[in-house]
């Protein structure tokens, strides 16, 4: 079974991304309300500066982001805001930068979404991968390996930047 890739992961450079955290934070919602956690009103925050682009973002840049606005937190409000963020699946980690990013795809499992980071841009996507961790899946039986958890990232240069 082949499957079927959308035509562009990332979006055209200068799209208007308004729409796209509207999207995230509706899907953020919905989450924490099906998980019967509380959106708060910092967590809330955090999120939206996560999805403010496509891009990954540490989270020193979020605390520094929150306190130009005027919003002074300790570094460790803010990793408890993206460590409750991370539990509802409304962002993810880009493990090589130790970065977050929102999702901004409607998917069932994380496991089955490979993430996409383009060293040139810095925008991140993810697209499906169902084949790529089922094969990771049997060689892990095989091996009569039991992981905690599997991540698969691939950098490279986008369509766009490829284009210039």
Do not use: W
């Not at 970065?99 to 991140?124: E, T, W």
């Not at 084949?131 to 240069?157: H, K, M, N, W, Y």
């Amino acid at each position: 079974m082949t499957e079927r890739q959308p035509a562009a992961a990332f979006p055209p450079p200068g799209h208007n991304h308004k729409s796209c955290v509207e999207l995230a934070l509706e899907r953020a919602e919905r989450a924490f309300e099906a998980k019967g956690l509380r959106l708060t009103e910092l967590r809330r925050r955090v999120f939206e500066e996560i999805a403010g682009s496509h891009h990954a973002i540490g989270a020193y840049d979020v605390l520094e982001r929150l306190g130009a606005k005027g919003t002074r937190l300790a570094p460790i409000s803010v990793y408890r805001a993206i460590d409750a963020l991370l539990s509802a699946g409304v962002i993810h980690r880009l493990e090589s930068r130790n970065a977050f990013f929102a999702c901004h795809s409607a998917h069932a499992a994380d496991r089955d979404q490979l993430i996409l980071a383009c060293g040139q841009c810095g925008r991140v996507a993810e697209v499906p991968g169902r084949s790529v961790f089922e094969a990771i899946g049997r060689a892990l039986r095989q091996a009569r390996f039991q992981p905690d958890r599997t991540v698969a990232e691939v950098t490279g240069i986008c369509g766009d930047c490829r284009a210039r």
